[in-house]
C-alpha cells in the first residue's frame, strides 16, 4: 500500500510539473525582415480572460523600437497541459 502511495504522489507530481509551449506565426506583411525584435508579455490564469498587462502587436513593436512590422508570432505557455 505504501508502493502505491508512493508512486501516486510521483504521478500527481509529475503532472502539476508537465507544460507545454507553442510557437505560432500569426501575420506577415511585405515588409523586409529586419533585425530587431520586440516583445510583449501577459500572464492569464486559468483560461480566463484576465491578463496582467498589455501584450499587444503595438506594446511589443514600441518596446523593439520597430516602426514597420514584417512579422508576428505568438508563443504560448501552459502549465498542468491546460490548452495544448
Known sequence: MRKVKSILAFLAVAVMMSSCALT?????TSNAVGNKVGTA?????????FFNADASIRTAAK??????????????????????
Not at 24 to 28: E, G, I, K, T
Open 24 to 28: 505560432l506565426p500569426v501575420n506577415a
Open 41 to 49: 508579455k501577459a500572464t492569464g490564469y486559468l483560461g480566463i480572460l
Open 63 to 84: 518596446n523593439g523600437g520597430i516602426t514597420k512590422i514584417s512579422t508576428v508570432d505568438i508563443k504560448q505557455t501552459s502549465l498542468l497541459n491546460v490548452n495544448c
